[in-house]
């Protein structure tokens, strides 16, 4: 099992609890839990290391799966967002629109959202700039020029129409006062941390863990009876179609000697600054001091070899290159299964990944 992230653990914990084969699990890096590894910096304070992790999901199936394995804080996760001067809830909903218009125009504007969408509604806001109403089409331009550009520029380090439609779709407009980020089921971050969570799950007899360990260093792989890789596809077989594009990200930790640093966890800058949040990592974990830490977060692209690899890049040509590496795993890698945001080439969120992870499991076993 190459990697220790979630993708890999709870792949390695479905094997060795199923059958009881043991599974090594391999990781470059010196923790457990991938992206998602939390830790403490020098004066206490736990954080999230690798950015802010903010675990939601509608599926009862994946949220039973993970609480056999730590307890949970409830989290509902709210930003805002600088535009125009002032803080507005992100994604933009109604509450955006009556702090950023004149009252009589919010409250036309408001109406015809409602009356042509329907309260509750969460609208793409492609769909939204297609409307026959030019009221709307104009309040849909505003929004994407104001909230959607710049913060995707800077995110993905390309104009939006350079990006599959789904990008976008991630974030919609909200017909609606509810300020929450996500609108799941179940919002909450895992009451130990992540760190903790993803350690229990390779907490087996038949599991042992290799940290510090590059795969390479094993010999060769056709000695095991399968490989699950959660490493970058293009990199297991040294570029050979060339590299697949990835965004990098970069954070600036900083701690403030004072109890609450801003009113919500996450704070969105998609306009004049060079990064593109700050996150508050207090209100993710519920430990508060006199002391606050938080990480302003820069994207940047992936360099191989000398970043890490956050998400691919989502558009035609990429996954044309990542099905011709797919191609050639069949053809020369046939023991080995490519899983995760990084092996299928796919974002992934944490509950996606789960579940896509439970599914691999499933067909490693069938394969026994």
Excluded: C
């Excluded at 959660?230 to 297991?236: K, V």
């Amino acid at each position: 099992m190459v990697g220790a992230g979630f993708t890999g653990a709870v792949v390695a914990e479905q094997i060795a609890a199923r059958t009881n084969s043991t599974v090594l699990v391999v990781d470059r890096r010196d923790h457990v839990a991938g992206n998602a590894h939390d830790a403490r910096d020098p004066s206490g304070l736990l954080y999230h290391v690798y950015g802010p992790h903010i675990f939601h999901t509608n599926a009862d199936r994946i949220w039973q799966y993970l609480s056999g394995f730590t307890g949970w804080r409830p989290y509902e996760h709210r930003v805002l967002g600088l535009i125009d001067g002032r803080h507005v809830p992100i994604p933009f909903n109604l509450t955006s629109l009556d702090i950023l218009f004149p009252v009589g125009e919010a409250t036309a504007l408001r109406d015809m959202l409602i009356a042509t969408y329907g309260y509750g509604s969460r609208v793409p806001i492609q769909q939204l700039m297609r409307a026959d109403d030019r009221r709307i089409g104009d309040l849909a331009r505003y929004i994407y020029e104001r909230v959607f550009l710049g913060y995707t520029i800077k995110q993905w380090g390309v104009d939006p129409t350079a990006l599959s439609p789904s990008v976008l779709a991630r974030v919609p407009v909200h017909v609606s006062y509810d300020d929450r980020y996500f609108q799941d089921t179940y919002q909450a971050i895992p009451a130990d941390g992540y760190t903790a969570m993803i350690g229990r799950m390779l907490d087996h007899p038949a599991i042992a863990v290799s940290l510090a360990t590059d795969f390479r260093d094993l010999g060769p792989i056709d000695r095991y009876r399968a490989v699950v890789y959660t490493g970058q596809i293009d990199e297991f077989f040294d570029y050979i179609y060339g590299p697949l594009p990835y965004r990098s990200l970069h954070f600036d930790m900083r701690v403030y000697g004072q109890r609450q640093h801003q009113l919500v966890g996450q704070v969105n800058y998609p306009n004049d600054q060079d990064f593109t949040r700050i996150t508050e990592m207090s209100h993710l974990t519920g430990e508060w001091s006199d002391r606050t830490l938080v990480a302003v977060e820069y994207p940047r692209q992936h360099v191989p070899g000398k970043t890490i690899p956050y998400y691919p890049v989502p558009n035609d040509d990429n996954n044309d290159l990542h099905r011709r590496y797919v191609e050639l795993a069949k053809a020369e890698a046939p023991n080995v299964v490519f899983a995760g945001r990084l092996g299928e080439y796919r974002y992934y969120n944490m509950d996606q990944a789960v579940a896509a992870a439970l599914v691999t499991a499933k067909k490693v076993l069938e394969k026994r």
